[in-house]
């Protein structure tokens, strides 16, 4: 079946150290996206990409950094530089246009 | 640009019991409307979607939706909710043209008690 991997599920940190969250899909969809989710807050994008080799920033990209080089991976690097890492993150795929998204089961991050 | 607020943080129901969940919107043409449900400690999952057309939309897990320009909302409706409906739920609103970035509400914690 169809859908979009993230690893790991749970992931710990020590404050300081840089980490890569991992996101896979083999929808064939063109575009994807990371969003952060803090209790009461909603989704918040990160970043997104609706192309091979091409992405942009979104509301808080500050602290994160990302890359396509492949259709089926979009994987999220949050940097030392990202004040309060610790949350919920999200990926998610669409077809482009406004098909809806197909999200991820998420990656929790602890920062100690 | 395009918001939405959803102004409930909380609803109780009783299982078996009809639901109906808020959700406005703001933006100036007729905008892209969508549902999504997250379990604890999951992705989102699109419940349903509105472009145009009929007004009342049919989604998943017998859920359904209305859209009313007069009123800028947009609300989930079930008639018999069941346990397993307990989540959150998040309403989610594009603009046409641009970058296809919807924005979304903060969501509505459905608390279900049998």
């Known amino acids: 079946d169809g859908g979009i991997t993230q690893s790991p599920k749970y992931l710990f940190r020590k404050e300081g150290q840089n980490v890569t969250l991992s996101c896979e899909q083999n929808?064939?969809?063109?575009?994807m996206y990371w969003y952060r989710q803090d209790p009461g807050q909603g989704l918040r994008l990160i970043y997104y990409?609706?192309?091979?080799?091409?992405?942009q920033k979104g509301d808080i990209a500050e602290g994160y950094s990302v890359s396509r080089e492949k259709k089926e991976s979009f994987p999220l690097t949050v940097t030392s530089a990202q004040k309060n890492p610790t949350a919920f993150y999200l990926c998610?795929?669409?077809?482009?246009?406004?098909?809806?998204?197909?999200f991820g089961s998420g990656t929790r991050l602890t920062v100690v | 640009a395009q918001s939405v607020t959803q102004p409930d943080i909380h609803i109780t129901v009783s299982e078996g019991a009809s639901l109906e969940l808020r959700c406005n919107y703001s933006y100036g043409a007729t905008p892209y409307l969508f549902w999504y449900v997250q379990s604890p400690g999951q992705g989102l999952q699109l419940l349903l979607k509105y472009f145009s057309g009929d007004t009342l939309v049919q989604g998943i897990k017998g859920f359904e939706a209305e859209f009313k320009r007069s009123q800028s909302s947009f609300n989930l409706r079930k008639p018999s909710v069941h346990w397993s409906d307990a989540a959150e739920y998040f309403c989610a609103v594009g603009a046409q043209g641009g970058s296809y970035i919807p924005t979304f509400g903060r969501g509505t914690s459905l608390i279900v008690h049998p």
């Open positions: 929808l064939n969809h063109d575009a």
């Open positions: 990409s609706q192309i091979v080799n091409d992405f």
């Open positions: 998610a795929s669409s077809i482009g246009g406004f098909s809806g998204y197909t």
